[in-house]
């Protein structure tokens, strides 16, 4: 594990940014703060609704101890501001004057009715980029419906591929289309500012949550419009290019194992086999990678052999013994969290940061950068903010304000 960084510049610590998102577009601003952007969350004076989603630090219900807040809101500043109050949105006006980019996730027209839409705003500063990340789209006739990630993944097609043809289509168990919309949110992001240092224009980007999902659906969609077929949830046995793929239980997990891919062949699986005096059991007519996938019975057969195989080893021996031979098997272990917070490989490379906070005893891990860039750093340089707890500093710093209007502006419920 590591510490953060000692505070060297990042690669856009020159960037300011407003962030209005909710948990569809949140790590589009946790990637650039990371990355050294001055982030401003943007919080009502009630607090974030993220603030409540569990698990919580103690497993106490606090908006304190969010975890999910910790995660998605590293780097950042954070302010409250009532946007719906006229002299909130004054105030959020001075701050774009201010700013670079403001991300945020609101229905479409939402922003209009308050009169803060991109028009407004740009007006006020030609150079300001505003990133929208919703369900559908800022148009269209689903553009006012809400969609929260599983919308995302069913109307994408994506969770249509994702199971078994027995079984209804799964979800993937993590937020994957939040962060698909997301992360191309950040990409867009990035673009739009290379364009302004052209042009000097800003612009507002329309990131839909259905669309950065689709692309997911990997080649479904092209097989559909050139073949006129649909592809449907399968056996693992009978999906991939000519492969025989499963995820089959071994000593105490499981491992994703696939035969006949490139630099893993049948007899590769066959000379493992023989090696740890399964050899003889091993049918000579599975070398043909074809039969195993289509055959029912042979298939049935080929499994239960490996998997008394596996059942002998852990998930780890199965990688060593696989992986460490001159023809290698492709038996990947199916790890749990755990199994990645302590991943000597992870480790090694220093993936995992050591936060303080506040009233903590043992400071908190966080995952590090899936990067290395060692001339403008990647950092995580403070925990997520406390509700408010830079309203001082920053109402100062940028709007000048003093004690009295602050004073002012909090007992009004403004700020």
């Not at 290379?194 to 507002?204: A, L, W």
């Not at 949550?209 to 050139?226: C, E, F, H, K």
């Not at 049948?266 to 000379?271: F, K, S, Y």
Request: hydrophobic share 40%; with cysteine.
């Amino acid at each position: 594990m590591t510490q953060p960084d000692s505070g060297g510049p990042g690669p856009l610590t020159d960037l300011k940014v407003l962030d209005l998102a909710g948990p569809i577009g949140v790590y589009c601003t946790k990637l650039l703060a990371d990355l050294g952007a001055d982030v401003l969350r943007v919080e009502p004076p009630a607090g974030d609704p993220m603030r409540d989603i569990a698990p919580f630090h103690g497993d106490e219900p606090h908006p304190e101890k969010s975890l999910y807040w910790w995660h998605f809101n590293t780097s950042k500043r954070g302010i409250t501001l009532d946007l719906e109050q006229p002299e909130g949105q004054d105030l959020f006006k001075r701050l774009v004057e201010w700013a670079d980019i403001g991300v945020e996730s609101f229905i479409p027209g939402y922003l209009t009715d308050l009169g803060l839409d991109f028009e407004a705003l740009h007006a006020l500063n030609p150079g300001f980029i505003l990133t929208s990340v919703t369900p559908f789209g800022q148009n269209g006739p689903y553009s006012k419906y809400k969609g929260p990630d599983i919308v995302g993944q069913a109307m994408s097609g994506v969770m249509q591929q994702v199971g078994f043809n027995e079984r209804a289509p799964y979800l993937i168990a993590t937020e994957s289309a939040y962060w698909s919309a997301a992360i191309f949110a950040a990409n867009a992001t990035m673009l739009a500012v290379t364009s302004r240092d052209f042009s000097g224009e800003g612009q507002q980007i329309d990131v839909s949550m259905q669309r950065s999902m689709s692309l997911g659906a990997g080649n479904a969609i092209p097989t559909y419009d050139v073949l006129g077929e649909v592809l449907h949830r399968g056996d693992m046995f009978q999906r991939g290019r000519g492969q025989v793929r499963a995820v089959l239980p071994c000593k105490d997990g499981y491992v994703f194992f696939i035969a006949a891919a490139p630099g893993t062949s049948m007899e590769a699986v066959q000379g493992l086999m023989a090696e740890r005096g399964f050899g003889e059991r091993f049918d000579p007519r599975w070398l043909d990678a074809a039969l195993v996938r289509e055959d029912p019975v042979e298939r049935q057969l080929f499994e239960d052999l490996v998997i008394e195989f596996f059942s002998h080893y852990t998930r780890r021996e199965l990688l060593e013994i696989a992986f460490n031979r001159e023809k290698q098997v492709f038996a990947v272990p199916t790890d749990t969290p755990e199994d990645v917070a302590t991943s000597p490989q992870l480790i090694d490379r220093g993936f995992f940061v050591d936060v303080e906070h506040p009233g903590i005893e043992e400071p908190i891990r966080y995952l590090g950068a899936p990067f290395r860039l060692p001339e403008s750093p990647w950092e995580l340089r403070r925990r997520a903010p406390e509700l408010g707890q830079h309203n001082d500093e920053v109402y100062r710093e940028v709007l000048d304000l003093g004690e009295d209007e602050l004073d002012r502006l909090r007992d009004q419920r403004v700020i």
